[in-house]
């Protein structure tokens, strides 16, 4: 494929390309998908979200916007061949692209279903009854739900391009907040498609939305007590991001989506045969394996009775082994690769911080066996099962997350345990 130029969206125009200032490599092939223009005005876009957009918005009423989002859904739902195309060089499967494109989709219309269900056709929210204040009457108080004043900061995960963009541009909209979306580079060529998409349906009014492709500069400086930044990503990241003396000095309002170690327990009376042990070992496989492992909510540790640990680790093993590694695109694949050979660097180094405190029992992070691929130009990796038998003295197992593939085995003795 021919690659593209990306460029910002930036009051109401895409920005010029100038000088390459980075190029996106496919995850499946190692080939240039796209590459980068200069970075974005951020401070410009800002005023352009707080005096053209918001007063757009707020001149809406909850309905209107609502039916904003139905369109926007319909107008994703009708592209989403070419986006699917695209996001195949993400590495992920039609079945990941689904969560991701499809799913987008549909968080669209659940809020466009729930302003028109919920929410009344007008321009505030009240909040409780008529609040008397005054012993005679004359003085009395109303709290009441309006819109920031402001405009919406979205810093985004590269794991789900397209929906990470859309769940927060729902709730966003709906509110009659304007938004700029700052997408993770590694993906962001399938995020910017998709918001052209949008912009193309000419539903939006003038400065709704914004992107900024590349880095986001001094856009932190500029950010008053009426915006707001959500965040998605690492806690590292997240940390830094909430510590800016900005976020301090004007109160912003700072949301973050960070990293988490989840865990699924099998009961201990589901035992081997049973209906829920084979649910437990197909959901563990299933977490390691969509989008790669690469999600928020993949299941990083697996708790077992110990007295069925052994046969835990046998079903997964015999499940992980069916699994195929290749190009998404090929018939029979069912995972796809890594975002990034930057990410799976990242994953090996922390497989081998977990590996201290676990054995490794399948799989081997420096090889894996590809379909229709290179296994070294793409960003292809084991699914990688650890166990420990001593998870109480097995640190790295409850603190390290390696975004992707992974997971780790440990037993519990009883439920106290």
């Known amino acids: 494929m021919t690659a593209l130029t990306l460029t910002s969206y930036s009051k109401d125009r895409w920005s010029e390309f100038s000088d390459t200032h980075g190029e996106l490599r496919s995850a499946v092939s190692g080939n240039v998908v796209a590459t980068m223009g200069k970075p974005a005005d951020t401070a410009a876009m800002l005023r352009h979200a707080r005096d053209v957009g918001g ?55 659940a809020y466009a279903s729930k302003g028109r269900r919920e929410l009344p056709n007008d321009r505030i929210l009240i909040d409780g009854d008529m609040e008397p204040l005054g012993r005679k009457g004359s003085f009395a108080g109303q709290h009441v739900y309006t819109s920031l004043q402001g405009a919406a900061v979205h810093i ?37 498609a998709a918001f052209r998409v949008m912009i193309e349906a000419n539903i939006l009014p003038p400065g709704a939305i914004q992107l900024v492709i590349g880095p986001v500069g001094d856009l932190f400086e500029h950010l008053t007590c009426q ?51 084979d ?63 930057a990410q799976r660097a990242d994953v090996r180094a922390k497989i081998n911080e977990l590996s201290r405190a676990a054995e490794i029992v399948f799989g081997d992070p420096a090889h894996v066996e590809v379909k229709d691929a290179d296994a070294e130009k793409g960003a292809f990796l084991s699914p990688v099962l650890l166990r420990t038998d001593d998870p109480w003295h097995a640190d790295a197992v409850h603190d390290v997350e390696a975004f992707g593939p992974v997971s780790t085995l440990m037993p519990y003795n009883d439920l106290a345990d």
């Open 55 to 109: 007063p757009a918005l707020r001149a809406m009423t909850f309905h209107q916007r609502a039916a904003m989002l139905k369109t926007l859904g319909e107008a994703i739902m009708a592209r989403k061949e070419e986006l699917y195309a695209l996001s195949y060089e993400t590495g992920a499967t039609k079945s990941d692209s689904w969560i991701d494109i499809e799913g987008g989709a549909g968080t669209l219309y």
């Open 156 to 192: 985004n995960a590269f794991n789900f391009p397209v929906w990470g963009m859309l769940e927060k541009l729902a709730p966003t909209l709906l509110a009659g907040v304007p938004a700029i979306v700052k997408p993770a580079s590694a993906t962001c060529y399938l995020t910017a």
């Open 227 to 277: 915006d707001v930044v959500s965040f998605t990503g690492s806690a590292d990241t997240a940390m830094k991001l909430a510590s800016h003396p900005a976020i301090a000095r004007e109160s912003v309002r700072f949301i973050a989506e960070r990293d988490s170690l989840n865990c699924s327990i099998l009961g201990p009376d589901a035992t081997p045969g049973t209906p829920e042990f």
């Open 279 to 341: 649910l437990f070992v197909k959901e563990v496989v299933r977490e390691m394996t969509a989008k790669a492992g690469q999600k928020c909510t993949a299941i990083r540790r697996a708790l077992a009775p110990a007295a069925h640990l052994d046969a835990v680790e046998q079903a997964l093993k015999e499940k992980l082994s069916k699994v195929v590694v290749g190009d998404p695109r090929a018939e029979g694949v069912t995972m796809g690769a890594l975002a990034s050979l």
